[in-house]
């Protein structure tokens, strides 16, 4: 007589041990974000002035006026070019000598103004002037060029 033998599979359900900071079960992942409204105070801008350092500053506020001056004059280039009666006139033939350098001259300035903003742009990222440095490299110097002045 053969013995039948049953085997009860015991199933246990185990978690994942929790990590830190993870919130626990029925609780929000998301929360509300508080903000304050009003302006920026001075004092602000210059605890950002000093950790920065007042040279730097400068020439990001320098290259910030001369993309914004380059910007600015390329569009009231382009409208003073779009008006020129000379341009206008259908009449006068395109291939006359009065018309191709009339054409060059706005072409040329509107082009260097162009390549004004770019050598701007590029001169800004390669030496990464109005870049602020990496934020944890920032902060911590921020924070402890302010924490010291107290």
Sequence with gaps: MSRKKSVAKRVSVVEPPKKPGEPAAGEKLIQEEKSQ??????SVF???????GSIYVL???FFFLLYQLASVLSSIWLSEWTEDPLLK?????????EYQNKQ???LGVYGALGGAQGANVF??????????PSP???YSYFHTKTDSSR
């Design 123 to 132: 001169s800004c990222r390669t030496t990464r002037l109005p870049c602020v």
């Design 59 to 61: 020439l990001i506020a």
């Design 89 to 97: 006139n259908s009449s006068i033939p395109t291939n006359g000598s």
């Design 37 to 42: 409204e009003g302006g920026v105070r001075w």
């Design 46 to 52: 210059l605890r950002y002035t000093s950790a920065l």
């Design 136 to 138: 944890p490299k920032f």
């Design 104 to 106: 060059n001259m706005y």
